[in-house]
DNA sequence: ATGGCCTTTATCAAAGGA
């Protein structure tokens, strides 16, 4: 099972590069952020006619998240219970037997914003439901842009990044607490290329440059982290024509004992088949 | 050097993103 997350910065605009995509990964959901579309002006069609299903929720301008699938989603949810919100920043449900939940977090703008410390109310509101969460699904993901670079190897330059927003000490924090609920953070459960970055700012240069943030993640519980084979951020996309600033990140899933098994198996059948005259 | 770029909006300048 292949899930992926993208902050597409426009879905009206990156629609044909999200259809490409889909078409080249195939992957079974992928979750996207800041589609900046209403809901009546939701390309459901385009999208059905890739493959995939599709449940979003979106407003004017701003935010905006959407999940697409392969297969039906089941107990799918907007929001967060007892969290009333404008902004359309939550979405998830359950495919096959996997709970997947979409997030776009605040950006918080700068550490003496108002919206900084909307950003820490809507992460310490996001902690205590995705707690209650856990108690629910031992098979949870949660992915999309987290806007926070959880630690120094994260920013192509952590010094200049110290105390700012997007890598301030209370967001860190606020992303360790989440993990400290029994998530962990499938990037780092394998070898990666050193100064791996998921958005470049469009000025300055900044992708060409190497100068990142490591911000969009995929937390998976425990038990689904144990099924993990896999966790890349695909560069490849940050570098087409009029890119997002946000580069796809993508887990695999599926390494159970028994996957490992059957997949072994039909490796040396292939491989006996193979060898006969 | 405190900007640079991109997207959106009852555009043509300003806000927001990160």
Not at 80 to 109: A, S, T, W
Not at 196 to 212: H, I, L, V
């Amino acid at each position: 099972m292949k899930i992926a997350t993208w902050n597409v910065n426009s879905l009206k605009v990156r629609l044909p590069q999200v259809l490409e995509w889909l078409t080249l990964n195939q992957p079974d959901v992928l979750c996207l952020q800041e589609t900046k579309l209403q809901d009546e002006h939701f390309p459901v069609s385009e999208i059905a006619a890739a493959g995939y299903q599709t449940i979003y929720s979106g407003q004017k301008t701003y935010n905006g998240v959407a999940l697409l699938s392969r297969q039906p989603v089941s107990e799918v949810f907007t929001g967060m219970p007892g969290f009333e919100d404008p902004q359309k920043r939550l979405l998830g449900g359950v495919h096959d037997d996997v709970c997947v939940v979409c997030i776009y977090v605040p950006n918080g703008e700068h550490v003496t914003s108002e919206k900084y410390q909307y950003k820490l109310r809507w992460l310490a509101a996001l902690r205590e439901w995705l707690r209650e969460m856990l108690s629910r699904h031992r098979k949870l993901v949660v992915l999309g842009d987290f806007n926070i670079a959880p630690e120094d190897c994260d920013v192509h330059d952590s010094k200049l990044w110290e105390g700012k927003v997007l890598f301030s000490e209370l967001e860190r924090a606020a992303f360790r607490e989440v993990l400290d609920l029994g998530f962990i953070d499938s990037f780092r459960l394998f070898d990666q290329p050193e100064k791996s970055f998921t958005w470049w700012d469009y000025r300055m240069m900044a992708f060409r440059r190497n100068m990142g943030l490591r911000i969009d993640h995929i937390l998976l519980s425990r038990e689904l982290a144990g099924m993990c084979t896999a966790c890349v951020i695909d560069k490849a996309t940050r570098r087409l024509e009029r890119p997002s600033d946000h580069a796809p990140v993508i887990v695999e899933l599926g390494g159970s004992v028994q996957e490992k098994e059957r997949s072994a198996g039909s490796e040396a059948s292939i491989r006996v088949s193979a060898n006969e005259p």
